[in-house]
Every structure is written in C-alpha cells, then in structure tokens.
C-alpha cells in the first residue's frame, strides 16, 4: 500500500523541493546540461510538447544534444505544486523562446510536469505536457473572423 506524506509540515517541504527542482531543470535547459537533465528524468519519461510530439527519456536527450530543441528564455510564473500520494504535479505558466527542429516557439505556455518521490528519497520527472496560450490578437483576429462568417 502506497503511503502518502506526512504532516503539514514534511507537504510544505517536498512542495519547497519541487519549486527547486523546477528551478533548476529551467537552469538545465537553458544551458543546454544534458547530465544534470539526464538525473532528473525517469527512465520511464514521456513528454508531450506543444505540437504534440511525444518523447521518451532518450529522446528529450538527444533533441537537447543535437540542439533540435534550444530554449534561450524561460520566464516562470504562476507556479502551484500539488501532491497527491507520492507524486507532486506541477502546472505553471512560463513565457519562453527558443527554436523546436529550426522553428521559432516563442510565447507564453501553460505546462504541467509530474513528479514522482522515489522510495529511496529525491524525485524525478516521470511525465510532461505543453500548451501554447493564444495571443489575445489573435484569439481577437479568430472571434472578428467567426462573427464576420455567421449567415445573417
């Protein structure tokens, strides 16, 4: 039977490691360290960006080693950790630039990555997931082209 955490006060602290790890993964991506990446992945990862492509462990690897996948900036905000059992699910919004296969991905994102606490201690990324937050001119564009489409 799975346990969950302790107190109020072991939940502040685990949601605190997280927050760090998170911190440190954005460190890892925008130095390209593909070691310190490598250590906080699982080896059962999948992740899911923004286009939909789906990547084990391996692959996030390679695309940050061959430079496929390069971020330059990471802006994060509005974080929340929520633990549940032995897994911290982590949803923020983070404004980024980089270039995905040569394109262009700048703009702002929600993404959530899970955690899971290993039995021995510490955590790792087990899955990840990305969404581009549309433009509010563009939203706008989109809701002027619709309402110009409707039969009168």
């Known amino acids: 039977m799975a ?14 490691e997280v927050e760090l790890l ?8 925008l130095a390209g360290d593909v070691a310190t990446m490598d250590k906080l992945l699982s080896d059962d990862y999948v992740g899911i960006s923004m286009t939909g492509q789906v990547n084990t462990k391996a692959q996030q690897l390679s ?4 430079r496929a996948l390069v971020i330059s900036r990471i802006d994060l905000g509005e974080m929340k950790v929520k633990l549940v059992g032995q897994v911290a699910i982590v949803t ?4 980024v630039e980089g270039t995905s296969e040569g394109v ?36 706008s564009r989109n809701d002027n082209t619709a309402s110009e489409h409707k039969p009168s």
């Not at 923020?92 to 404004?95: E, G, K, L, P």
Request: no cysteine; charged share 25%.
């Open 104 to 139: 262009p991905m700048n703009g702002d994102f929600r993404y959530t990555r899970i955690y899971q606490h290993l039995p021995a201690g510490g955590w790792k990324i087990t899955n990840f997931e990305a969404t581009r937050i549309p433009t509010r001119h563009a939203a």
């Open 92 to 95: 923020v919004r983070a404004f």
């Open 3 to 16: 346990m969950g955490f302790g107190g109020q006060h072991q939940k502040h602290d685990y949601k605190r």
């Open 22 to 29: 998170e911190n440190q993964w954005r460190t890892a991506q």
């Open 63 to 66: 695309r940050i080693r061959s």
